[in-house]
């Protein structure tokens, strides 16, 4: 059964799916609705608020977050976290076509990829450094071949193309030429259309042959669209066609995006975003295969460059904590073979373990949990606590052979004394083993992104636990029939047993002379943890170091798309000075995909370190931070260096890029701005605020046409005729599009730039009436500046303002702490208007509220398990006092690491709560079975017999802990990606190896020689 349990679990750890930390983003749709030309009130009024009010009402609905920007809307719609994403994007798509009647003729409407908020998994740039080929033929190449080759490819949802310019056909025409040519707008949008299709007209049967026949008529060239017509006739009687009217060009088309390369200038960029659930390392490695043979067929010159990939980050988590695993069963080994002076008792724990870590990995196949830093790392945190049962077993096998040596070269005489030493610990070492594994019970019951990050971990040590306990009573006494022979010597010819023992055996022997005095003693050091554990902060969860960072400063709304261009080139710049950079990827505005609601003001830069052996000495993540912050000093920015995955899990679930956010939410927008700046300005007078920026929604500029529907009237002309005409002429408006081979380009109609470029111009814009005349835009409408918002963002159909705030040298908890008691006194918030905390405070509140009630709980529960186990309370009760004991040394050595009370804090805690249970259970076995074998009569006998009891706990105690440290010991010292959020659950489970044992090999034992001392009296 174990050869077929090996053979499964590796066969599973070659077919289980990796990445670098558990997708921890929430089960989400996104509704990305483009509506070009429109402004972003107009966006909001008729397209986001009746999307998100209707979503709203969708099953399962838990947040939906609205995003109006100029041309597009996006809608999240965030769901509960038991519902399958499928099922959901079916009932949004159900809802969707219902509000689809409602929206105004334009707007086009469809769902984001069936992607998660951690679905970027690779980045690309296309470059011409021999100048053959311009920015929109590389985007033309990046949107007609490598987007389609990709999208091909298994486990990619979508191609997302950013940057670059996109090819347009611009018809430029003179209202002047319509006038002189007696054409209308309306006539030449119609002519584009109607001569812009292929039909077919049936077969025809020729010469026994079936022939197809087709009626060609679409556009494809300059020379196409200028033959479009007739538009007209003339005052001369001549039909006249497009080239009369108008001058066709190819151009760019306008855009909201800008992507850049290392300083030097704009490139086009492709994103790879990954599929739900796929596994992330095969998709990237097929990616990769991909491109290397796709670059073969790239035109001459061009050239294909990573920017981002995942998979680097991946490997270097997996292959950090593999071998961290491998070194702790090394570890182990050597301290069973150090212990026991016994190499073939050794070989018992050397194939057990394995055999209990592959069943864990069978269990994670079939379960869907990815191999990641949680999932391994909870196999690491459980090898000291799964290793325990078979190191007492195998202990106590060595001690009953110990004392019938004569016995042992007989088979049958060797079998009957493993066998009656496995059944002397077996049963209460299995109950303890359930024990330590339902000490977890608070970690599944966490939810939300902390569940989604901490519950692989919870149920890899959970089955790791679970092997440990079956294999214990059933292998590893099997194999100590088999390996558990020759020569066994004593405990004490050991000099390492013995050496201990001597320090132990005087220290016990005067605790149970003056039990008080340890008991006082026990209390005196328990209160020293008042201290640390005050000075100890918090935080949500520890920073995972990705190997990449993210820049995302935030600028004020409002610049434009070439004053954002230069920013980005600037900043690409100054990033690239710093020593350890290795390359710099920029962004400004949004790629093309629904999983970027990013406005035109928010720059998103990749940098690519070097790999860390490049470095300058002693520079660490925390200092490339600083030094990357002091040279990015530009005017109307405020720096924030994030990670890549946890900066966009953050905006996608919380739509907050910092530790903490502010999100204020009323009816009115200029209101809630103003609430929000008065927030700002409280924030920057706290200690510890790095940065803190709230949104100035207000910033946009507008120049706002007002009709006068009386003297449009007048020209025969309604609201609406007017309104196509200014759109068409000013914004440009895209007709139709030409079809060149595979490839698609849109041909665009406007006014001449020279004719629409300043307020002045609009005022005398020429309008061609149905009169015939030509008359300015003036004459019809009230054309003046104004301010509006540049963006809108609800949240579940509230408009909402969000305060930005970075914070450095402080703990999260303080510093929220002090800002909300400020915010309480000095802001009075107006009727109908709400403030709520954002980002990761909103996550540790959560949890808080949650371990509050669960642990106490938990504790309850393994309190009525030991009561059923012992049959009496007090045995239960003095294992349960000596848990907050063992406790004590996790506390100060959390002090010392300098590390904040976190989640993985937490968990560490909660891990040592179940070994301490564990120790003190074992360490009743003993105690328990000395006074049966003594059955002690007088005060005396009764602590000689506890005395004995303990001293038996000496060898497999330090063997224990000696493992437990030693396989925690690589973790806690060791350098690698990932092992920056398993250090804080490994540094209380170290702390707490100094004193649980203290507390189990001295206060249990002094506790519990009282309290068989005062029954032993009873009974007298």
């Known amino acids: ?60 609905a838990s947040t939906v977050r609205g995003y109006s920007f ?7 719609v965030l769901f509960d976290e038991d519902v399958d994403p499928y099922w959901a994007r079916s009932r949004v798509s159900e809802y969707l076509n219902e509000v689809e009647k409602t929206l105004p003729d334009g707007a086009k409407t469809s769902l984001g990829p069936d992607a998660s908020g951690v679905g970027w998994v690779y980045e690309y740039a296309l470059i011409d450094k021999t100048g053959q080929h311009d920015l929109s033929e590389l985007r033309s190449i990046q949107d007609w071949f490598l987007k389609y080759e990709l999208e091909s490819i298994p486990g990619v949802a979508e191609i997302a193309s950013l940057g670059g310019m996109v090819k347009q056909y611009q018809i430029v025409i003179d209202p002047n030429v319509l006038l002189r040519e007696l054409v209308t707008l309306s006539s030449v949008i119609k002519a584009l259309k109607n001569g812009n299709q292929e039909s077919g007209a049936s077969v025809l049967e020729l010469s026994e042959a079936e022939y197809m026949i087709r009626v060609h008529g679409y556009l494809s060239s300059k020379e196409d669209i200028g033959n479009v017509g007739p538009l007209g006739v003339n005052s001369v009687g001549d039909a006249v066609f497009m080239r009369d009217i108008a001058e066709i060009r190819e151009g760019p088309a306008p855009r909201r995006g800008v992507a850049e390369l290392d300083g030097k200038g704009e490139v086009v960029g492709g994103i790879v975003i990954m599929r739900w659930q796929e596994n992330a390392l095969e998709t990237i490695r097929l990616v990769e295969q991909r491109i290397e043979e796709l670059k073969l067929a790239l035109p001459q010159g061009v050239e294909l460059i990573e920017t981002y990939n995942r998979a680097d980050l ?30 073939r008792s050794s070989l018992v724990i050397a194939i057990s373990l394995p055999v209990g870590i592959l069943s864990a990995f069978i269990v994670m196949k079939y379960q869907g949990i990815n191999a990641n830093i949680m999932s391994l790392g909870g196999i690491a945190i459980a090898i000291g606590a799964m290793l325990d049962a078979s190191i007492v077993m195998i202990e106590n096998i060595h001690k009953h052979i110990e004392i019938n040596n004569s016995a042992v070269n007989k088979v049958e005489q060797r079998i009957k004394i493993i066998t009656d030493a496995c059944v002397e610990v077996g049963p209460p070492l299995f109950y303890s083993l359930i024990i330590i594994t339902l000490s977890f019970l608070p970690v599944f019951a966490l939810e939300a992104q902390e569940g989604r990050m901490f519950s692989p971990l919870a149920y890899t040590k959970t089955y790791a636990m679970a092997a440990a306990a079956g294999l214990s009573i059933t292998l590893v006494p099997v194999l100590a029939v088999y390996f558990i022979r020759g020569n066994i010597k004593d405990e004490f010819s050991n000099p390492l047993n013995r050496w201990f023992s001597s320090i132990y055996q005087p220290y016990i022997t005067r605790a149970l002379n003056s039990p008080v005095k340890v008991i006082l003693m026990a209390f005196v050091l328990f209160l020293t943890s008042a201290w640390p554990w005050s000075e100890i902060g918090s935080e949500f969860m520890p920073q995972l170091n990705e190997g990449d960072l993210l820049y995302m400063p935030t600028t004020l709304p409002g610049i434009s798309i070439g004053k954002g261009r230069e920013l980005l080139q600037q900043t690409d710049r100054l990033i690239l000075t710093v020593p350890e950079v290795k390359q710099v990827f ?15 003001n928010m720059l998103e830069t990749t940098i690519q370190l070097k790999p860390k052996e490049q470095w300058r000495e002693g520079m660490t993540i925390k200092k490339i931070k600083a030094e990357l912050d002091a040279r990015v000093n530009v005017p109307g920015l405020v720096n924030a260096w994030l990670m890549p995955i946890e900066a966009r899990i953050d905006m996608l679930a919380t739509g907050v890029k910092t530790p903490v956010g502010i999100r204020v939410s009323g009816p009115e927008l200029k209101k809630v701005e103003k609430i929000s700046q008065q927030i700002e300005s409280l924030a920057k007078s706290i200690d510890g605020t790095a940065s803190v920026i709230a949104e100035r929604i207000s910033n946009g500029r507008y120049i706002d046409i007002t009709i006068d529907r009386y003297n449009a009237g007048q020209q025969l002309f309604n ?27 849109p041909i665009n109609i406007r006014y001449p730039y020279d004719i629409r470029n300043s307020i002045s111009k609009l005022r005398d814009l020429p309008i061609v009436t149905k009169h015939g005349d030509l008359l300015p835009l003036s004459e019809f409408a009230d054309i003046q500046y104004s301010d509006g918002p540049a963006m809108i963002k609800s949240e579940n159909g509230r408009l909402s303002v969000y305060v930005y705030i970075d914070i450095a040298n402080r703990d999260l908890g303080a510093y929220v ?7 309480n006194q000095e802001i009075k918030l107006p009727s109908g208007y709400s403030l709520s905390w954002a980002g990761e405070f909103e996550y540790f509140e959560r949890v808080k509220e949650k371990l509050l009630y669960i642990i106490p709980l938990t504790l309850i529960i393994i309190f009525v398990l030991l009561y059923l186990s012992f049959k009496n309370i007090m045995e239960p009760l003095l294992i349960m006092l000596s848990v907050p004991f063992a406790l004590l040394g996790g506390v100060w050595l959390l002090y010392f690491y300098g590390l904040n009370l976190s989640v993985a804090v937490a968990i560490g805690f909660i891990a040592l709560t179940g070994v301490a249970i564990e120790f003190s259970i074992v360490m009743l076995i003993y105690l328990n079975e000395a006074i049966k074998k003594t059955a002690p009569q007088t005060n005396e006998e009764l602590r000689q017999a506890v005395l004995q009891g303990a001293l038996r706990r000496v060898r497999p105690k330090t063997m224990t802990v000696a493992i437990i440290i030693g396989g925690l010991l690589p973790i806690l010292l060791g350098e690698g990606s990932g092992l920056e959020v398993m250090r804080p659950i490994a540094v209380p489970m170290v702390g707490g190896m100094f004193t649980a044992p203290l507390v189990s090999m001295f206060l249990l034992p002094v506790l519990f020689y009282l309290y068989k001392k005062n029954s032993l009296f009873r009974k007298l």
């Open 1 to 60: 059964m174990s050869l077929i349990l090996t053979v499964w679990g590796l066969r599973s750890i070659g077919s289980i799916p990796l990445d670098a930390i558990p997708d921890l983003s929430d089960t989400q749709v996104i509704i990305k609705t483009s509506f070009p030309g429109q402004a972003p009130q107009i966006i909001e009024d008729q397209v986001t608020y009746p999307i998100t009010t209707t979503m709203l009402t969708v099953p399962g």
């Open 70 to 76: 100029f041309g597009d809307s996006y809608v999240y």
């Open 314 to 343: 991946i490997q270097q988590s997996i292959e950090s904590l593999s071998k961290k695993l491998i070194e702790e069963i090394i570890i182990v080994i050597l301290v069973c073979v150090l212990f026991l002076m016994h190499v």
């Open 719 to 745: 609201v609406g005729d007017l309104q196509q005409i200014i759109s068409t002429a000013v914004g440009g408006m895209n007709i139709t599009e030409t079809l060149e081979g595979r490839e698609r380009y």
């Open 586 to 600: 920029g962004k400004i505005g949004r790629a093309e995909t629904a999983t970027d609601p990013a406005p035109l």
């Open 817 to 823: 702490n002090d800002l909300k008691l400020l915010i």
